[in-house]
């Protein structure tokens, strides 16, 4: 392996625009929008919130022509094309079906929903309105992941015997806070935890079996986990996650014929170094964007898909994504927070 593979991905810049509309204008809404419109040709035409304030002080701070005192009047809007939904995990299925009754594609923060059980009801209400639906795992449609897919195709590991990754950073207990609130989607998987198992289904797949254990908050939702996954192909994964402390987040693959290590924090553009017998090969994001300016990179991608008719993204399709929130589930009953 003398060089490693040139990043296949949907330009930022230059291709199909849509016009999206924000459901709950939070932190994370204010980073997507901040580098949606810094980076890339896609603009938000529409916000809503609950608080007609809070829609009116965003609109004006991004230079969003309408806002919004409901959700509601958002999805009716017929200048809006796509949907990004952005509330707290718990609101996610109801907000993701309001948008798709109307008739619009939608981008569902990660996790897509609270349990497998309600990311089915998702899905299968997109399939049936023949409307785009994905989740928002916005580090899949980064440089690097596009990278490490293309050397997991090509064999270039040889057999994946094994993956380590560990996400996490310390949260001061709050039991109002929605880290640490069961009716708000706390917990560490579904908040962080849902980066570390996603990495491991990207390289090896569905697990055939999944142990874990883990320590409960005194809301009953886990604030850390540690996971062993197995699979089919004989290879293990080891996951964990927390809000007790915090992780580099630098996973590894190691395979029979070479070993990728992350140098850099692999939810965000980063990098990594490919090593094999005695060659190294290193490789790092030169796009400019750091830490969640990478989220534009799903949002460009969405637009190409639906430019292209399609209704699932080819990179983590709604199976994906139910499966996904499955193997979360096992975790979360094995560690006593369902």
Same mark, same amino acid.
């Given at each position: 392996?003398?060089?490693?593979?040139?990043?296949?991905?949907?330009?930022?810049?230059?291709?199909?625009?849509?016009?999206?509309?924000?459901?709950?204008?939070?932190?994370?809404?204010?980073?997507?929008?901040?580098?949606?419109?810094?980076?890339?040709?896609?603009?938000?035409?529409?916000?809503?919130?609950?608080?007609?304030?809070?829609?009116?002080?965003?609109?004006?701070?991004?230079?969003?022509?309408?806002?919004?005192?409901?959700?509601?009047?958002?999805?009716?809007?017929?200048?809006?094309?796509?949907?990004?939904?952005?509330?707290?995990?718990?609101?996610?299925?109801?907000?993701?079906?309001?948008?798709?009754?109307?008739?619009?594609?939608?981008?569902?923060?990660?996790?897509?929903?609270?349990?497998?059980?309600?990311?089915?009801?998702?899905?299968?209400?997109?399939?049936?309105?023949?409307?785009?639906?994905?989740?928002?795992?916005?580090?899949?449609?980064?440089?690097?992941?596009?990278?490490?897919?293309?050397?997991?195709?090509?064999?270039?590991?040889?057999?994946?015997?094994?993956?380590? *990754?560990?996400?996490? &950073?310390? #949260?001061? @207990?709050?039991?109002?806070?929605?880290?640490?609130?069961? !009716?708000? =989607?706390?917990? +560490?998987?579904?908040?962080?935890? *849902?980066?570390?198992? &996603?990495? #491991?289904? @990207?390289?090896?797949?569905?697990?055939?079996?999944?142990? !874990?254990? =883990?320590?409960? +908050?005194?809301?009953?939702?886990?604030?850390?986990?540690?996971?062993?996954?197995?699979?089919?192909?004989?290879?293990?994964?080891?996951?964990?996650?927390?809000?007790?402390?915090?992780?580099?987040?630098?996973?590894?693959?190691?395979?029979?014929?070479?070993?990728?290590?992350?140098?850099?924090?692999?939810?965000?553009?980063?990098?990594?170094?490919?090593?094999?017998?005695?060659?190294?090969?290193?490789?790092?994001?030169?796009?400019?964007?750091?830490?969640?300016?990478?989220?534009?990179?799903?949002?460009?991608?969405?637009?190409?898909?639906?430019?292209?008719?399609?209704?699932?993204?080819?990179?983590?399709?709604?199976?994906?994504?139910?499966?996904?929130?499955?193997?979360?589930?096992?975790?979360?009953?094995?560690?006593?927070?369902?």
């Amino acid at each position: 392996m003398r060089s490693l593979p040139t990043p296949n991905v949907t330009p930022l810049r230059g291709g199909p625009v849509l016009r999206w509309g924000v459901l709950a204008p939070g932190e994370i809404a204010n980073d997507f929008v901040t580098t949606l419109h810094g980076n890339t040709d896609q603009r938000v035409h529409g916000v809503a919130s609950r608080s007609a304030e809070r829609a009116a002080a965003f609109a004006a701070k991004h230079g969003i022509p309408r806002h919004y005192d409901s959700y509601e009047q958002l999805v009716a809007d017929p200048g809006i094309d796509v949907v990004y939904v952005a509330a707290p995990h718990s609101e996610h299925r109801r907000l993701a079906l309001l948008a798709i009754a109307a008739g619009k594609h939608v981008l569902i923060e990660k996790p897509m929903a609270l349990n497998a059980a309600e990311a089915t009801d998702i899905a299968e209400a997109a399939r049936a309105a023949g409307v785009f639906a994905m989740e928002a795992m916005w580090s899949r449609y980064l440089p690097q992941s596009s990278v490490i897919g293309q050397l997991l195709d090509d064999g270039a590991f040889g057999d994946v015997r094994l993956v380590t *990754v560990s996400l996490g &950073w310390p #949260a001061v @207990f709050n039991a109002a806070h929605r880290m640490f609130d069961p !009716a708000l =989607g706390g917990g +560490a998987m579904l908040d962080a935890g *849902v980066y570390s198992l &996603w990495f #491991a289904r @990207f390289v090896l797949g569905a697990p055939r079996s999944v142990q !874990a254990a =883990g320590i409960l +908050a005194p809301t009953g939702v886990e604030s850390q986990a540690v996971a062993t996954l197995d699979y089919a192909s004989g290879a293990q994964a080891a996951v964990s996650t927390s809000v007790l402390t915090s992780t580099p987040g630098l996973p590894t693959i190691n395979g029979t014929d070479g070993v990728l290590t992350f140098t850099k924090h692999f939810v965000f553009p980063a990098s990594f170094v490919v090593t094999s017998g005695s060659e190294e090969l290193a490789w790092a994001d030169d796009s400019g964007l750091v830490g969640r300016g990478g989220l534009c990179w799903q949002a460009t991608a969405l637009a190409q898909y639906v430019n292209d008719g399609l209704t699932e993204s080819p990179l983590h399709d709604l199976d994906e994504s139910i499966g996904l929130a499955s193997t979360i589930d096992e975790v979360r009953t094995q560690v006593g927070a369902l």
